[in-house]
């Protein structure tokens, strides 16, 4: 008999199998990082160099000072307000629709047959592969230029993300209180309102805003493609080489999306 | 009904309907300035003009445009799309470990009896605020700012999403390092281990299957992001998509939708498959 202290420590044969196949799982993805930087015809001396890092300083230097003349600072919070707009009408519009897709997306319970759950999903997939900025340059053609296409894009795509995730909750959610309710003989609808949602809300709710949050990001370079909000301004003066104002709209988009980042916080906050 | 008779009979109308109604009308008040500032016209779409040239444009997206030129161009661009996300992730990897680790509270010495001595309290804390700015920038800004640095092409790609993606990998991960059980880590810094060997003893195994499936989640959202940053000319899917659209060419634009959706889709699948082999 050995002693405790000398017993030779054996990995098991299921831990060995597991490490194996992480270490073969970590081999692929180095293979295709390596793969990455050596297909792409990457500028490191473009970017690397002394000129280069100086003509970087020089190209940040020229953001500042920030440009401040009250007329621009006018132009740049109307952005600011247009861009708060459409992320946030974006975001409603897409928790109603989400909500309105989420029903059909979900088995409400254990003997519902659910037909509609897999055609439903798979539009709200495609809805959500689709990223806002290609659904706005897709909506600008019928839509037109300016932030209502933007704002249409955003519904999209946060249907289909929101659609996804509420879809999830709803299933998630307990059963019993339904089933209480559906043993009364009481119908879907009244099932849904007073015994799924009451449980889901502040999930749905905290989903929503963590989306708003993720959609003001979003809106605030809709304008890229000409979708409206301060994007516009950004691109606009960025062609012009209007550095100084060029930064002092990046200052308003950071400033935004801290804003609401904090907003959504405490709104988060008093909900959980 | 077979209740006590005493019972009076239940209210048939919702008790709350007074400040739900109330409330509804509130929102209906507050939505009106945020129609107004989107200019939310859905009936520009019933114009006969924008229905003509809308019918006209999804129209010419059958047949799909398949000749053989056409597609190996997709492939191609497919994988620059790929390869610029997997890029960008690994580089910001590379930024945000080190000041994940850096603005780790857990992995304080000082805070072990007390408070944090004043000057690596300022230092996470700066850290921080280097992360949050990193992130609260669009990533497709920062490629419009390194396309004017770099010029056209997969560089200026490849470090706005290293950039952007340090900023969120940077700030997630130190959260979750901070979120879990402080104990081993502590025990370990306090029996005069070093913030690494804490880190990589204690921190490590008990958040690593949260990191690594957040951190594929997130490449999975840098593909995503990678095909918008070719339309502010950072290469990838993006880059033709954007050319194709501007000309009108439906097939064309089908097409390489199709392509991206079935990419985002194989994206989805993977990073699940990944996230369930590491759990």
């Known amino acids: 008999m050995t002693t405790p202290a000398e017993r030779v420590f054996v990995v098991p044969a299921a831990q060995r199998a597991t490490r194996l196949r992480v270490a073969l799982l970590l081999l692929a993805l180095l293979a295709l990082v390596v793969a990455s930087f050596l297909t792409l015809d990457l500028q490191w001396r473009a970017f690397a160099s002394v000129e280069a890092l100086q003509a970087m300083a020089r190209f940040i230097g020229e953001f500042f000072p920030l440009y401040t003349s009250t007329g621009f600072l006018l132009r740049v919070a109307q952005g ?4 708060l707009a459409m992320s946030a009408l974006g975001t409603l519009l897409a928790a109603v629709l989400g909500l309105l897709l989420a029903l059909p997306a979900s088995r409400m319970h254990a003997s519902d047959p659910a037909r509609a759950r897999a055609p439903t999903r798979l539009v709200l997939n495609l809805l959500r592969s689709i990223p806002e900025l290609v659904w706005a340059s897709l909506l600008l053609i019928s839509a037109g230029l300016g932030p209502f296409a933007g704002t249409l894009a955003l519904t999209l795509h946060t249907t289909g993300v929101l659609g996804r995730l509420f879809a999830e909750a709803i299933e998630n959610a307990p059963l019993g209180p339904g089933d209480a309710l559906r043993a009364q003989g ?7 309102a007073w015994a799924a949602l009451p449980q889901v809300l502040p999930q749905l709710l905290s989903y929503t805003l963590y989306r708003w949050e993720m959609n003001i990001r979003a809106a605030a ?3 890229v493609v000409g979708a409206g909000g301060l994007g516009q301004l950004l691109m606009f003066h960025m062609s ?3 550095m100084d104002k060029t930064a002092t709209i990046l200052a308003a988009m950071i400033a935004l999306v801290l804003l609401v980042d904090a907003l959504s916080y405490v709104l988060r906050r008093r909900l959980g | 009904m077979t209740g006590p008779a005493a019972a ?9 309907w007074l400040p739900r109604l109330g409330w509804s009308i509130v929102a209906l008040v507050l939505l009106w300035p945020l129609l107004q500032a989107t200019e939310f016209r859905p009936w520009v779409f019933l114009q006969p003009d924008n229905l003509r040239v809308s019918a006209h444009f999804v129209g010419s997206f059958v047949p799909l445009a398949t000749d053989a030129e056409f597609l190996a161009l997709v492939a191609r661009e497919t994988w620059r799309t790929v390869a610029i996300a997997t890029a960008g992730m690994a580089l910001a990897l590379l930024l945000a470990v080190p000041m994940a680790l850096a603005a780790t509270r857990v992995l304080s010495v000082s805070a072990l009896s007390g408070r944090m001595a004043r000057a690596p309290f300022w230092l996470r804390q700066m850290l921080r605020w280097v992360l949050i700015v990193l992130r609260s920038v669009p990533e497709l800004v920062w490629a419009l700012v390194f ?8 560089t ?3 470090l706005a999403i290293a950039l952007t993606y340090a900023g969120m990998l940077g700030k997630v991960y130190a959260e979750i390092l901070e979120s879990g059980d402080p104990h081993p880590a502590q025990t370990l810094l306090r029996n ?3 913030r690494l060997q804490a880190f990589f003893y204690a921190l490590l195994p008990g958040n690593a299957g949260e990191l690594t499936s957040y951190t594929v989640y997130r490449w999975e959202c840098a593909i995503r992001s990678s095909v918008v940053l070719g339309f502010v000319g950072a290469g990838g899917l993006g880059q033709q998509l954007i050319v194709s659209l501007r000309m009108f060419e439906g097939g064309e634009v089908a097409t390489m939708l199709l392509v991206f959706v079935l990419l985002v889709a194989l994206a989805d699948r993977v990073s699940a498959a990944l996230r369930r082999a590491i759990a």
């Open chain 2, 147 to 154: 396309v004017r640095v770099v010029g056209l092409g997969p």
């Open chain 1, 186 to 192: 009481v119908g879907k609808s009244r099932v849904f």
């Open chain 1, 240 to 242: 012009l080489f209007h």
């Open chain 1, 80 to 83: 600011a307000w247009e861009t």
């Open chain 2, 156 to 158: 200026a790609g490849v």
């Open chain 1, 221 to 223: 370079v809709m304008g």
């Open chain 2, 192 to 194: 005069g281990g070093s």
């Open chain 2, 8 to 16: 009076p009979p239940p209210a048939l109308r919702d008790p709350a």
